[in-house]
């Protein structure tokens, strides 16, 4: 590696310095660029010449910019006049965009920084601090004596803005120099000051937290002003004090030295080296040396230089890096130590540093390192063997192994191998794998590899080290070489910025640590194991002293805790009274009670514990030292007889539990409590016989990997511990250090932490974040304040405060990482309401009952509300009187909902409704109603709390489990039930917040119904049964991968697939989700088996619902009955939030239809126009007799709106039955009306040029409203006359079908279909479809379904869309030409329409289109050469071409290849790339494509088509299709609504082109190559035109330019005074310095630029015919 970096030096050096070289290369383009006619430059153009250095090396704009300051300097030193210099540099920055990454395509242009950095708010911020310290500075205060701060701040924000790239208000004060010039040249202000103001800016942007890497690009940017300050290129001469000065001159020096050389010759280290030195002499030469280096004009260092003189001693002594290293640290000691400002230290630091490469053997050409710790360790073998041994450390840490998955563990060891062996310091083979930051990048970014885990590999280090028996010293060595890393893993210092906030912060800060300090404090005091310790003890000393140390062990960066380090603190105790590890344990148990009590999450939780963990060898006997152990919790516990009750408590529990049971099916119950009894008693502190099982993790690992246990299994594990010990009276003490005990296993089952997988998103990712929060506390508290119940507590609340502390607390409870609640803990919150107002566990009922409702009503999924209320439920204890310690409890719900009485109506309305249920009434046949109604009536009046006589049958799961294993019992059955009761409720008229009360107790009897939660695990005569099993799976799923295939929007997902496996998994997993009880589908889940596509390939809701359609028609091809293919849709279905953005965590919503036709505007125009039409159909207008229309207009966008998938205002009016119920059962309104409503749809959105795309996805939405209208779905029974009746019956379908085969036999489009056809017969199967299509209940159409009765003409004669849309098109004008009421009309191409996808190639599983435009045009060939010849127009489009700026113009041509092709009907390669408004959308929205390079693009296809003899009806079919792009880039239809500003408008207006024009007018007078031009010219005149041109030019709408065109203005000059590119290239480079002079920001100046240089060709003799 450095062999190949000498070599690239030394070609650097030749390069750079070899004048040969220069001569050769450099001096011909700057010859050739500067206008010499002489030999040529024939290198490679710029981009290719620096491309591998941008792309590689990073090689950007900020070297650009050097390389132009340094050239100006370069002209200035050798005295080249300053137009000359202004001219170079215009041509110069010609260059600029090779360097750009927006312009060369290497890469995007992210948000400014100015943007980034936080906005206006975070730059007046910065400012604010930033002046506030340099003000107190004394270095720099005196530069502001007598100056305006409010003036001078506001100009400063204004600078800072514009410099760090706000498009806002410009700067317009003077340049920097001028700005700075009186203080430069009679102040004295230079490079120190200009040094402090930087830092001055450093902090404090780092005291506002601004990330490093913003604030090193911060610094960058102002760095480029240091000329401004230096006198050695501003031109005034001065150097203020250097460092030698300003650190005490000769005095300071010399102390620092004999300081330094104290420190050197103690250090065993550096000592050897100066054996036999002359000490005296060594500090006269180092003072010397130091005041040179720092600065000193006097006497001069005239020794040897640096490697030189320390040559031998690196050659045979080894000094090296690590012995500079530590001579720097000494230099820094002794600065410190003599109070030297760290400043200035600093400063020194760096001049010392340049000094490294002479003692870095990879670059002082030693190559070597005499006894090296590769040596001294051992060498390969001690190497190896460290290596090995770390890996299984390594491999075996659940925190590290996760970064390992997958990788091939032997080349990972050799590389490793490699790399220690190199770092040690061996000569051998070189590490030459990529640098630390690149190799673990992906992870730093990806997967938040950082400090925790380089600290973790340290460790590891160390044991593998210590194990191996490595000397201590060796080891520390190890250990210091390894520390050079962890820059490079530390967010701070790496550039990635990844420092999430501290514990003490995400926890709530300082109120957050003082309330758990308080409640701890409670809990501990009263605990009579840890109270006797703080007899006599100062409480509130202590809590202030307990809150300084858990504050800054959790991160606090704030007041430090002084204290003594915790032994020191706790010996006393520890030795005479006996504190230990059980008293810790009771310790760590009260902080997770208070913790959990002021609702700390439980993530949160669990990080304290783990800090607090690190405490326990304080406490630990073994550990500290004094080798005693006072009694364990076993023994107070009982002992073995406690034990061993408590585990058999705790496994009845654990059985009876279906979350558990099924884990322990199998199992030798009294092997595993034995086997219990012995771990509990290890784990609590026995010291009899041990448990020698497995450890933990691989106790439990095939359960955690194949079973899926988890977390939320052990909680309840937990749960029944705590409920065992309950039962058997162990004081709450004990069982709470018991419970501390067990939470130390946790980790086990954290698939985050047990190295088996991730965490998923909290539950307030995954309901939809703050969105999702906000909108159900809204909901939630609409119901909490209707219900009567519960609104009088909310009496004088100010509510809109409360929703947002409501927001806060439920965010936090549901896993947000956002703003926390700081509010109190549940019960203090809620105490006086319990102690004076009754509050109690019915309210926590109604509460968690309009929770779930609130969720209903937002459509959220069942699993998420489940376990919102599983969070909620971990909250009743705070609500139970015999919990919280009031010991009231007011009105149950049975006494509230009417007692008896109530209960007994309430079960008899509901069994009239169950036994009236097909789905149910089976399952009560011979069952003795009386009886079933009387046990039903104790059972529900012990549920709603009743205290009066108790049910004392079975548990719900034994009562009901024949049922469920022989009757098939299960989820639908149990829905059902609670429908019927809520029914019964809603009859008998109970309130909603009682019914939902009751509502939420019968939920929490779901599980029993639950074959995936009770143990069944089957569902007899499941749909896969009912729909044939095996061979009916496997034939749907067959025809519906034909269907996907052939599907344009799917197929590309399937891209490399192996479709044989695919179709098998497909088997299994279908099999599995419609009941099978076979062989079971284990692939991922489907949000992990989709998740890639999702997020990469944008895998959403509209591919969703063309899998489901799909499956859908492959169903219905096999003759599957509707109502089970109603049912595998319904298990599909449930499916949808998989690939919902809003629901899956991934936030990629692609456009709603509401976005994609236009938003409101097209809403509105669709609305307006189908109301129109509606209106003047005889058909529905007489609905419409008295409706206000204004008011219906309204809420029919609000409704289109909503249903197209606007998220703005929602129409909240009647669901569509209510809302057209009476129109229905009074005024027959039905299917003959919807579909005419659908067909008016259609036709508005036609009218309005809507896409053919957009139009059906907007049909298929209007069609779930078709049941709403059908009286077969809708319970009304009614059919009013069909179409066919309408229309005028038989004679009318007849004379129709007569009239229509006229036009069809006399279209040649369409006849040759029909050669040899018996018309006849056909005019009669036509005449029967129609008419069954129309509604005739006669005679039937009984032929093959329309695809069967076209397909031979679809495959052999390319039948197709344009062919079906004849055929609609001559049905139209038959039934015009019959005189048929336009609405009639409109309803029959409504029906005619469903049958487009039978003749659609992409929808009808052909896949193909004979004789397409791309055949007809000439196929590949033809394609191509168009586009070879539409490029050259375009590149040669001015207004085209800045769009293709540093675009791979190769790839374009493919993709467009590609597009066209599939555009023009290819059935080839398909394009896969982005849609048409995807692809544009940044250039449309930053750039303003729009209508106008649309047209001009339109206008070149043509164009070139004609220029290739394309016959003109092709290149009008093709200049249709693309016709279609056009909405794409109109702002009126591609939401974008908008067009960028214009440069006229950006760079100021008027004001700013007019003060450019003075300027450059100026610049252009007064420079003797261009002046001869403008003699006897009216300048006033001239500034006036130019002042209108460069208007116009810059996009401005005012006064237009009405000159000649620019070679008519110019030709005479350019005939006879021999006006040309020089000249041009300098009027550009004066409007250049003009802007740069205006302070006119670079980008804009760029684009000036370009605009002026598209007039460079009418200068060139070479193009504009003067030759």
Do not use: C
Not at 5 to 15: A, H, N, V
Not at 456 to 471: I, W
Not at 1205 to 1211: D, M
Not at 1582 to 1601: C, D, E, H, I, T
Request: hydrophobic share 40%; glycine share 10%.
């Amino acid at each position: 590696m450095w062999h190949g970096r000498r070599e690239q030096q030394q070609k650097w050096q030749q390069s750079s310095f070899d004048p040969s070289y220069v001569t050769s290369h450099k001096v011909l383009f700057v010859s050739m660029a500067s206008g010499s006619n002489g030999k040529k430059y024939t290198g490679q153009d710029m981009f290719k010449a620096h491309e591998k250095m941008i792309r590689e090396q990073g090689l950007g704009l900020e070297h650009f910019a050097a390389v132009a300051g340094h050239l100006v300097a370069a002209m200035k030193q050798l005295s080249v006049p300053q137009n000359l210099t202004d001219e170079a540099v215009a041509i110069v920055m010609t260059l600029r965009p090779v360097f750009d990454p927006a312009q060369n395509g290497t890469g995007q242009t992210p948000d400014s920084l100015y943007t980034r950095i936080g906005g206006a708010t975070a730059v007046q911020g910065t400012l604010d601090v930033f002046y506030k310290k340099v003000l107190a500075d004394p270095l720099l205060s005196p530069f502001f004596e007598g100056v305006d701060m409010e003036k001078q701040r506001k100009k400063q924000v204004l600078f800072v803005s514009m410099a760090f790239g706000s498009n806002g208000k410009k700067y317009t004060g003077q340049d920097m120099f001028k700005g700075h010039e009186k203080m430069i040249r009679e102040q004295g202000l230079g490079l120190e000051h200009f040094a402090a103001v930087a830092g001055h800016l450093v902090a404090a942007m780092k005291q506002l937290s601004v990330p490093q890497n913003l604030t090193d690009e911060a610094v960058a940017i102002v760095m480029t002003l240091r000329p401004v300050f230096d006198p050695a290129q501003n031109g005034t001469g001065q150097t203020p004090d250097s460092l030698y000065t300003r650190i005490g001159g000769a005095t300071a020096v010399q102390g620092t030295l004999d300081v330094f050389y104290k420190k050197v010759l103690a250090d065993p280290l550096l000592s050897p080296f100066f054996e036999g030195v002359d000490m005296e002499k060594q500090r006269k030469k180092q003072v010397l040396f130091v005041s040179m280096a720092f600065g000193s004009n006097g006497k001069k260092y005239t020794g040897q230089d640096m490697f030189k003189a320390h040559e031998k001693m690196i050659r045979e002594q080894g000094l090296g890096l690590e012995h500079f290293a530590a001579v720097a640290g000494h230099l820094v000691a002794a600065m410190k130590q003599l109070s030297v400002p760290q400043n200035l230290t600093d400063e020194a630091v760096a001049i010392v540093m340049t000094l490294r490469p002479v003692f870095d053997p990879a670059q002082n050409g030693t190559g070597q390192t005499p006894d090296s710790l590769y040596t001294r360790i051992g060498g390969a073998t001690a190497v190896q063997g460290t290596v090995d041994v770390f890996y299984k450390k390594v491999l075996a840490d659940p925190l590290l192994s996760p970064f390992f998955e997958g990788v091939d563990m032997e080349k990972q060891r050799k590389k490793q191998v490699l790399f220690v062996s190199m770092a040690f310091g061996s000569n051998g083979k070189k590490y030459t794998g990529q640098d630390m930051f690149k190799a673990h990048e992906k992870m730093i970014r990806e997967q938040g590899l950082g400090l925790e885990h380089f600290a973790a590999v340290a460790g590891h280090l160390v044991a593998a080290m210590k194990q191996l028996s490595v000397p201590q010293n060796l080891t520390d060595e190890a250990v210091a070489i390894v520390m050079t890393l962890r820059p490079v893993f530390d967010p701070a210092q790496n550039g990635t910025g990844q420092t999430p906030d501290s514990l003490y912060t995400r926890i709530g800060g300082a109120t957050a640590v003082q309330g758990t300090v308080d409640v701890f404090y409670k809990k501990v005091l009263a605990d009579p194991l840890l109270s006797p310790f703080f007899e006599g003890v100062d409480m509130e000393k202590q809590r202030k002293k307990q809150v300084l140390f858990v504050s800054m062990a959790f991160g606090s960066n704030g007041k430090k805790y002084t204290g003594q380090d915790m032994f020191k603190a706790h010996e006393k105790m520890i030795r005479e009274q006996g504190l230990g590890l059980e008293h810790f344990a009771a310790v760590a148990g009260h902080l997770v009670a208070a913790m959990k009590q002021l609702s700390v999450p439980q993530n949160l939780t669990d990080e304290a514990v783990a800090i607090v963990m690190t405490l326990r060898p304080v406490f630990d006997p073994a550990q500290n030292g004094t080798g005693q152990t006072p009694d364990s919790l076993y023994t107070r516990i009982g002992g073995a007889t406690a034990v061993q009750g408590t585990v058999d408590v705790f496994y009845k529990k654990v059985l009876a539990d279906p979350l558990l049971s099924p884990f322990f099916e199998g199992v030798d119950m009294e092997k595993q409590r034995k086997k219990q009894v012995l771990f509990v008693s290890m784990a609590f502190g026995s010291n009899g016989k041990k448990y020698t099982g497995q450890d933990m993790f691989k106790a439990h690992e095939k359960m955690i990997r194949e079973q899926g246990l988890g977390l939320e299994h052990f909680a309840a594990v937990a749960g029944h511990l705590v409920a065992a010990m309950k039962q058997l009276s162990v004081p709450q003490n004990l069982t709470d250090e018991a419970v501390a005990i067990v939470m130390t296993l946790r980790p086990v089952f954290d698939p985050a932490q047990n190295g088996t997988g991730q965490t998923p998103d909290s539950l307030y990712t995954r309901i939809g974040g703050a969105t999702a929060v906000q909108g159900t506390v809204d909901v939630f508290y609409k119901k909490v304040l209707a219900d009567p119940l519960l609104s009088p507590f909310f009496e004088g609340v100010d509510m809109e405060k409360q929703r947002k502390k409501q927001v806060l607390f439920v965010s936090m409870a549901f896993g947000s990482n956002g703003k926390k609640y700081t509010g109190q803990d549940m019960f203090k919150a809620h105490e006086k309401m319990i102690r004076e107002q009754g509050l109690g566990l019915e309210h926590f009922a109604a509460v968690a009952g309009h929770l779930v409702a609130a969720m209903k009503q937002l459509s959220v999924p069942q699993n998420l509300t489940d376990e919102a209320v599983a969070i909620v439920m971990t909250l009743r204890p705070v609500f139970d009187p015999a919990q919280n310690g009031t010991g009231q409890t007011p009105d149950s719900l049975y006494t509230r909902i009417g007692g008896a009485t109530a209960v007994q109506g309430t079960v008899d309305v509901f069994y009239k409704k169950v036994l009236a249920d097909p789905l149910l009434s089976p399952f009560f046949e011979g069952v003795d109603m009386e009886k079933q109604r009387k046990k039903q009536v104790l059972f529900v009046s012990m549920a709603f709390g009743s205290n009066g006589k108790k049910y004392t049958g079975q548990d719900m799961f034994k009562a009901h489990e024949k049922m469920i294993r022989e009757q098939g019992l299960g989820l639908e059955h149990f829905a059902a039930v609670a429908g019927h009761l809520v029914a019964a409720m809603k009859q008998l008229s109970v309130p909603q917040n009682l019914t939902d009360e009751a509502v939420a107790i019968v939920m929490t009897l779901r599980p029993v119904f639950d074959p995936a939660q009770n143990g069944t695990g089957q569902t007899p005569d499941s749909l896969y049964t009912r729909i044939g099993g095996a061979t009916a799976v496997q034939g749907t799923v067959d025809v519906f991968y034909k269907k996907v295939l052939a599907d344009p929007l799917l197929s590309p997902f399937f891209e490399g697939v192996d479709m044989e496996k695919q179709r098998k998994k497909q088997v299994l997993f279908v099999s599995m989700a419609f009941g099978s009880n076979g062989k079971k589908y284990t692939g991922q889940d489907m949000f992990k088996a989709h998740e890639k596509m999702i997020r990469e390939q944008g895998l959403g809701l509209e591919h969703f619902a063309a899998v489901a359609g799909h499956l859908v028609a492959a169903m219905k091809q096999l003759s599957v009955p509707q109502n089970l293919t109603d049912e595998a849709v319904a298990i599909v279905m449930t499916l949808r939030p998989v690939f919902d953005p809003a629901q899956n965590g991934t936030g990629q919503t692609p456009d709603s239809l509401y976005t994609r036709i236009g938003g409101a505007t097209a809403v509105q125009g669709t609305v307006d126009v189908f109301y129109k039409k509606v209106l003047a159909d005889p058909l529905l207008s007489p609905f419409f007799e008295g409706v206000d229309m204004e008011k219906q207009r309204k809420k029919q966008v609000l409704f289109v709106s909503m249903a197209f998938g606007s998220n703005g205002k929602k129409y909240t009016g009647q669901d569509m039955f209510k809302a057209h119920e009476k129109m229905i059962r009074e005024q027959g309104l039905g299917l003959e009306h919807f579909a005419a409503v659908a067909g008016h749809l259609v036709a508005a959105m036609k009218q309005l040029s809507v896409p053919q795309n957009l139009t059906d996805e907007a049909v298929a939405i209007v069609m779930t409203l078709r049941p709403v209208f059908d009286p077969a779905q809708n319970g009304t029974g009614q059919t009013p006359d069909s179409l066919y009746t309408r229309i005028g019956g038989a004679t009318a379908v007849q004379g129709t079908v007569d009239v229509f085969y006229k036009k069809v036999l006399a279209d040649p489009l369409l006849s040759p279909f029909f050669e040899g056809v018996d018309m006849e017969k056909q005019r009669k199967k036509q005449v029967l479809f129609v008419s069954m299509a129309s509604g005739n209940n006669g005679k039937k159409y009984t032929g093959q379904d329309m695809f069967k009765a076209h397909e031979k003409m679809i495959r052999e004669q390319g039948l197709g869309l344009e062919h079906f849309a004849a055929v609609a098109g001559h049905l139209v004008a038959a039934m015009k030409q019959l005189s048929v009421p336009q609405n009639l009309t409109d309803e029959a191409v409504a029906i005619v329409m469903t049958l487009r996808p039978v003749f659609d190639p992409a929808q009808n599983g052909t896949g193909q289109t004979p004789d397409s435009l791309y055949t007809r045009i000439g196929g590949a060939t033809a394609v191509q050469g168009t586009l070879d010849v539409f490029y050259k127009k375009v590149l040669e489009n001015p207004l085209l071409s800045p769009f293709f700026e540093g675009v791979d113009m190769e790839k374009q041509r493919k993709k467009q290849v590609l597009f066209v092709s599939m555009a023009f009907g290819s059935n080839g390669k398909k394009y896969t790339g982005q849609d048409m408004f995807k692809a544009h959308e940044k250039m449309i929205r930053e750039q303003g494509l729009g209508l106008e390079h649309f047209a001009a693009v339109a206008g070149h296809l043509v164009a070139a088509m004609k220029q290739l003899s394309v016959p003109q009806n092709l290149t009008d079919e093709a200049v249709a299709i693309v016709m279609t792009l056009r909405p794409m880039f109109d702002p009126a239809q591609n939401g974008t609504g908008q067009t960028p500003d214009s440069l006229y408008t950006r760079i100021g207006g008027a004001t700013a082109v007019q003060g450019t024009l003075d300027v450059f007018y100026k610049k252009v007078l007064a420079d003797p190559l261009l002046s001869p031009f403008f003699e006897g010219v009216d300048m006033e005149k001239q500034r006036n035109k130019q002042v209108l041109f460069v208007s116009m030019a810059f996009g401005s709408n005012g006064k237009k330019y009405t000159g000649q065109d620019m070679f008519k203005a110019h030709e005479k000059m350019i005939r006879e005074q021999g006006i040309g590119l020089e000249h041009f290239d300098a009027v550009a480079g004066h409007l250049v310095a003009a802007m740069k002079q205006l302070s006119v920001p670079q980008n804009l100046t760029d684009e000036a630029v370009a605009i002026v240089m598209t007039l460079r060709p009418v200068f060139d003799p070479a193009q504009n015919g003067t030759g």
